[in-house]
């Protein structure tokens, strides 16, 4: 796999995560080659039509990292553990463009969720353009890859998880307790949250939406929820 940019190459530096190489433009003197020596991993100069060749699009900034493949956690290691810390995960339902889960691994990352749990099927898998759009926040949250997002909610609730999705026709998300053990479901793009799923929740939570469109895209709804849930922690 490869990372592409100094935000994401320096996070998956900063990270455990198994590096094999890293290319960097020639002339190159910055902190980023310091942090890749100090971490032995093996630094190669290259011309920038070499960079540009590995990353097809040339949005490398002078840099690419080859890494191991993403490494999913068990949804296990994301349900509660004690009470001294409710959990906060969000279940993402059928995210099919890279650049939201990229922007969504982000700001959960910066929100300090606890973890992100996504289906095999019909969902975009951790990717090279995903990690470049979460700008490295990957490397730092863990990500539970499920068969089944309904089964999973389901054990998240006997894991004695509150899941709430959010949707339009919701109850307020500043009326609803987010303080506790709580999984937020976000909906695919233009479908929302599905019937079934919605109906495996506990409630359904919305935004307040003052303008005349009617939606947010999935990774700004996302983080407006996930922040309401921080301020009610807070």
């Not at 109850?171 to 793009?189: C, F, K, P, R």
């Not at 479908?191 to 700004?220: E, F, M, P, W, Y």
Request: hydrophobic content about 40%; glycine content about 8%.
């Amino acid at each position: 796999m490869k990372v592409f940019g100094r935000n994401a190459v320096t996070e998956c530096l900063r990270s455990d995560r198994t590096i094999d190489k890293l290319l960097v433009e020639k002339g190159d003197k910055s902190d980023l080659v310091s942090l890749a020596r100090n971490r032995g991993v093996k630094v190669q100069f290259v011309d920038k039509a070499v960079l540009d060749k590995e990353s097809d699009n040339g949005r490398h900034q002078g840099c690419i990292a080859f890494t191991s493949e993403f490494s999913y956690c068990e949804l296990e290691e994301l349900l509660p553990q004690n009470n001294d810390h409710p959990v906060l995960l969000v279940v993402l339902e059928e995210i099919t463009d890279p650049h939201n889960l990229g922007s969504i691994i982000r700001v959960s990352e910066c929100a300090g969720v606890d973890g992100i749990i996504i289906g095999k099927n019909r969902q975009v898998a951790v990717n090279e353009t995903v990690e470049r759009c979460s700008a490295g926040a990957v490397s730092h949250v863990r990500i539970a890859r499920v068969t089944n997002i309904n089964n999973a909610i389901k054990q998240l609730r006997d894991s004695g998880v509150w899941v709430y999705c959010a949707d339009m026709d919701g109850q307020s998300m500043y009326q609803a307790d987010l303080t506790g053990n709580i999984a937020l479901v976000i909906g695919g793009e233009g479908k929302g949250v599905g019937k079934l799923t919605r109906s495996l929740c506990d409630g359904v939570i919305s935004i307040a939406l003052k303008g005349k469109v009617n939606s947010l895209n999935a990774s700004v709804a996302c983080g407006i929820v996930v922040y309401e849930a921080v301020r009610q922690r807070q």
